[in-house]
């Protein structure tokens, strides 16, 4: 169950990283065609719309999770564990460069989490 | 990365604890909510305490996606889990609610992870953005970083 929250927030986390990447600097995009330009440009990537898609998926995997296990070990567990495995899926999808601060940076928060859930 | 940018990653973090914190005021207003009663949800979302939690997590959405269109997610990521900090600091400072150790260690690594990514490159430059580029970047190799 918490697989499955973890799997779908990535997927959804890393297309809609790639959404924006490929739409390009929202800045830029506002400064040429407005706001109702850029909220354009967003709503018309296919990988954004499926990456909402496995947010909500992710979601709806939680509130399953949520009927058969505490939120005390569902929310800490899956939100750690997200936060790993979007590291990695980052670095071999999105190309990114995940240098030592960045890992050291997952491992910390990762961490962090399971013990602010205490 | 300029001021400006610091401060949407700034909401970026804020927004959606306040946000979900004013979801959960909200709704224990209104009461357990029957699953043969799910129109009193229609006439929760008019509460001014939901209306407002609505309100700041479409702006921590607005604020992450723009804040994804010119860093990496692996830079981002980490100002989503400040709000966790921001959520227990005010805890504890304006509800007056202990922290245990364990949670203060909790805060102090997962400050410390922020930090230590804020002060590194927050993009990585592919080669495609290096060829379809007005400027020349010399110099500049593939997954290259700018800050």
Known sequence: ?118 | MTFRRYLVLGVVAVTAPLGDTLLSAGMEKVGPVSINHLSLLIYAVRTPQILMGITLLIAFFASYLASLSWADLTYVLPATSIGNVIVALLARFWRHEQISPARWLGILLITAAVGFVAQGPSYTVTEKECATSELTPAGIAPGARRS
């Open chain 1, 1 to 118: 169950m918490i697989a499955a929250i973890v799997v779908f927030a990535t997927i959804g986390d890393v297309m809609i990283a790639a959404a924006m990447r490929s739409i390009g600097d929202l800045d830029d995009i506002k400064a040429a065609r407005g706001l109702s330009g850029a909220i354009l440009a967003v709503l018309g990537s296919a990988r954004f719309v499926s990456g909402v898609f496995f947010m909500a998926l992710s979601f709806f995997s939680l509130l399953f999770a949520l009927s058969h296990a505490d939120l005390s070990l569902v929310a800490p567990a899956s939100a750690s564990l997200t936060f790993v495995t979007n590291a990695v899926a980052a670095k071999i999808f999105l190309k990114e460069n995940v240098d030592r601060r960045r890992w050291i940076a997952a491992v910390f928060v990762c961490a962090g989490v399971i013990l602010m859930a205490h």
